[in-house]
């Protein structure tokens, strides 16, 4: 379809903000429908949270993560804040708390909609994009990590998006291995910015004679075929062991059961995961700005209630990057008076069609209007 500009102001939407015109419209509406599909097909159930709901509501336990990037608003019905949604993991940990409460668990959900926050970053200047995802609630371990995980990649796969990368992460490894090295939580927190960064000499400035373990993990970075063994053999206290454990089992399940995606280990990466509390993951695919999602274990702190979660977020925008675009539509026209069975078989058989409006149906009207075929007089399709 071609699409004239013009220059008028009421065209200009503010910085982050975007139309999305024919055919990308319906080529994203295809593909969330497809993620959906698959998601439906291995039991999550899908669930629609509102745009805007209460600040408290919104913004609650793991929610309090999201509260820079949330646009507020006054009621004026209550006269209370609202919040609009920045992210809808935190809506589908309250649902599952509060609607959801009596549900047998584990309780699958899916979901997909809008998110609008207040900066866009480098990758994603967007400040309105579209998620899909799926959330398990009420399960914990390495099997659930690797369901989740495994989904992602099975929804991607059928989109047609080729070589796909998990990168593993563990957010809560370095601060737990800190706290065993008895650091406190001001060098603690420099010293996780210092890792990500892959600063390796003010890491060990910093530590000073603490800083062996640490600069032990910088070495488990890379593909999971070459540096699981060194995470094998940390040697590393308590609760940050476990940690270790965890995530060196996560990475041998998906590198078994998903022998087609690349699989990578960064247990120092930890922006992005703030609210993570176990083994977490970014999803990758050439061509794609910055990841196509992420997700990982959390729990759902909501007043009385806590549960272990775990969930994928898959960003529309990224996805939409690399998976492959379908051919194109057939677009017919057709005489306005045409009988509506004969239509209807012609749309059933997989063609677009346009009735000719106050006009003739001819091939000079078909191509104004971007239609490749004009029904004739015998009522075929022909080529204009």
Known sequence: MTTIQKTDSRAL????????????????????????ATFSGHGYDRVKPPLIEFEEGLLTGSGKATAAQTFRVMDPITQRMMGLRADITIQIARIAATRLADAPRPLRLAYSGQVARVKGTQLRPERQFTQAGVELIGAGGVDADAEVILLALEALGGLGIGKLTVDLNSPRLVPT????????????????????QKDIAAVAALAGDKAAPLLALAEVVGPAETVLARLDALDLPGEAAAHRESLAALTRQIMDKAPEADVTLDPLEHKGFEYHTGN??????????????????????LGESSERCRGVTLYLDSVLDVTPRPGPVRRLLVPSDLNRDTRRALVADGWVTLPALGTEANATEAKRLGCDHLLDQTGTPRPV
């Open 280 to 301: 977490s993951f970014a999803l990758f695919a050439r061509g794609a700005r910055g990841e196509l999602g992420r997700g990982g274990e959390y729990v759902s702190d």
């Open 177 to 196: 291995l800190c706290a065993a090295l008895g650091l406190d939580a001001a060098p603690t927190e420099e010293l996780r910015k210092l890792l990500e």
């Open 13 to 36: 939407l503010p910085n982050g903000l975007r139309d999305i015109l024919p055919p990308n419209a319906a080529f994203e509406a295809a593909t969330v429908e497809s993620l959906l």
